[in-house]
């Protein structure tokens, strides 16, 4: 790739008119083919920038804070910091990497359910004053290490769990929150806002009234006790479908008018992670073993198979749950894949199939259930909406190999259109470096690598 000046923290490839996603995944996959077959990212940063379009047009009046745990690319920070984002961060990690990206202190929350002592003493030094406190505990923790502190009340939302018996509840209860109140006042402790926990994502609107009556309550609370409380924080839990973007939009947008009009100087926010990232990300692993299983039987060889008997397939990947698939371990859903070439394919039958990860452990499954043709050791398989979870380093792995790089490409349709929002390459964007993507004959040229 010819361009890249000044050795920048990571390249971008422009992508000229023409020039589609599925046209990079096949110039890396021929590299990777000539080389080790390395699992790999390809990062549209364009998406990134269309979702965050799409926030500003359904939820004009509410400013995202993204969630950096969802996916901390360095490209994806500088991105949203761009565009004008706050962010959401949950440990020292995320705070560094967010601060070196020059986002003022006011713009950065630090979250975490359990905070250790020696990183509220690192936001302490470094001017990060937003912090979350749900518990008498935390509150005093904080009160010793970080006196100047300004606290978002979190608080947990009843109706957020009525459909979910098993899933865990963060945040102070309503009845106890004027407890947790005066134990701020007495600690000389300021309290700003509220922090809503809905466990998400959620399609239902009654969460949402719920959150935000829940928070007006708490408001008066603290006013009665003497605290003047300006930060209203809806939390996460979106999916970014339309649907949903509309829900939360009319019911929202309703709500908060009704108890939080512009006239109480409350600004509100929410905290976006997998929305801004999920549709950016495609990931592209190799076959790298494969089993015929005979149903209710043991497995076999290909080749011991009656001719009755259809095959199930079990194919082994070379990223799993304990690398990019990590979310896999939270009950996270994954979706069945894409196969590489799949024009290939078009007539051959379909094979009920798992996909499983490399380590040989039980819990190393990624895809229970699909149906797929006959895959040869050596095939690529597509998952697409791959940027949410997926770019942490490896819980623990069976080899030596570092996580799947990303690639990072933007279309000049999407560069012109972030231009237009104020963003600039020279003023904002001054870790990239941007330059042209070409595909030549082979598909070779491609050098936008940066590790994750």
Not at 51 to 70: F, K
Not at 75 to 90: D, M
Not at 212 to 222: E, K, L, Q
Request: with cysteine; charged share 20%.
């Amino acid at each position: 790739m010819k361009g890249i000046t000044d050795e920048p923290q990571y390249s971008v490839g422009l992508l000229e008119a023409g020039t589609a996603i599925c046209d990079v995944i096949d110039s890396h996959i021929f590299e990777q083919t000539l080389s080790e077959k390395n699992a790999f990212f390809v990062a549209d940063l364009g998406v990134v920038m269309r979702q965050h379009v799409r926030w500003r047009t359904h939820l004009s009046q509410i400013r995202p804070y993204y969630a950096v745990r969802c996916n901390s690319s360095p490209a994806v920070i500088e991105v949203l910091a761009a565009l004008g984002t706050g962010f959401i961060c949950t440990n020292k990690s995320e705070l560094e990497l967010v601060q070196s990206h020059a986002i003022p202190s006011e713009d950065i929350i630090y979250s975490g359910v359990c905070k250790q002592v020696s990183q509220i003493k690192y936001a302490a030094k470094n001017g990060i004053d937003l912090l979350v406190c749900d518990n008498e505990a935390e509150l005093r923790k904080i009160s010793r290490c970080h006196p100047n502190a300004k606290l978002l009340l979190q608080v947990s939302t009843e109706a957020s769990n009525l459909d979910d018996e098993m899933s865990m509840t963060f945040g102070c209860s309503l009845k106890d929150c004027r407890h947790l109140l005066e134990s701020a006042k007495e600690l000389g402790m300021q309290v700003v806002g509220v922090r809503s926990h809905i466990s998400g994502p959620c399609e239902d609107e009654q969460v949402y009234v719920h959150a935000i009556s829940d928070a007006r309550c708490v408001f008066d609370m603290g006013a009665e006790i003497g605290f003047n409380m300006t930060i209203l924080d809806i939390g996460g839990s979106f999916s970014g479908s339309e649907t949903q973007l509309e829900l939360i939009s009319n019911t929202v947008t309703s709500m908060v008018d009704l108890y939080f009009p512009s006239s109480t100087g409350v600004s509100v926010i929410a905290e976006p992670g997998s929305f801004f990232v999920s549709s950016a990300f495609t990931l592209a692993v190799n076959i790298v073993s494969k089993e015929a299983v005979a149903r209710d039987r043991q497995d076999l060889d290909h080749d011991d198979l009656s001719p009755t008997e259809e095959p199930e397939f079990h194919y082994y990947m070379n990223e799993g749950v304990y690398g990019s698939f990590a979310s896999k371990l939270a009950e996270t859903l994954i979706a069945a894949p894409s196969v590489h070439k799949q024009n290939t394919y078009l007539d051959a039958p379909v094979f009920s199939s798992s996909l499983w990860g490399p380590s040989g452990d039980e819990l190393d499954q990624v895809v229970e259930h699909c149906l797929l043709p006959e895959l040869n050791i050596g095939d690529w398989l597509m998952f697409s909406h791959a940027g949410a979870y997926s770019l942490g380093q490896p819980l623990c792995t069976s080899t030596d190999s570092p996580p799947p790089p990303v690639y990072y490409v933007i279309s000049t349709r999407d560069w012109f259109e972030m231009q237009d929002t104020g963003v600039t390459h020279e003023a904002t964007l001054k870790n990239f470096s941007l330059v042209p993507y070409f595909l030549n004959s082979c598909q070779t040229e491609a050098a936008l690598s940066v590790p994750a």
